[in-house]
């Protein structure tokens, strides 16, 4: 994380912190985790096309679908993603 950069907001009903890379570091973030310590961390994905298809293959098709199954799922891509909306297409 880049300290310079990150920043927190806390009003009576809401918090929001911002993070930032640190300069060396590159790629997209998978995944945060969050809590009131360290024992009781809850893990959320950001919104990826790995993630998305990781969600809806154990979703739609859980361990005992066929492989057969499995080749007719369709293809989800990730096409945008911004504050206030997130585009998918499914083929």
């Known amino acids: 994380l880049s300290s310079p950069e990150t920043s927190v ?18 790629g997209p973030w998978e995944k945060f985790c969050f809590g009131l310590d360290a024992s009781a961390l809850q893990e959320r ?5 790995e993630n998305v298809d990781g969600f809806l293959g ?19 891509e990730v096409l945008d993603v911004t504050e206030d909306r997130i585009q998918i297409r499914l083929k």
């Open 9 to 26: 907001s806390v009003s009576a009903h809401n918090a929001a912190v911002g993070l930032a890379k640190a300069p060396g570091s590159t």
């Open 45 to 49: 994905l950001f919104v990826s096309e």
């Open 58 to 76: 154990t979703v739609l098709c859980p361990s005992f679908c066929s492989q057969s199954a499995l080749e007719s799922q369709p293809l989800i």
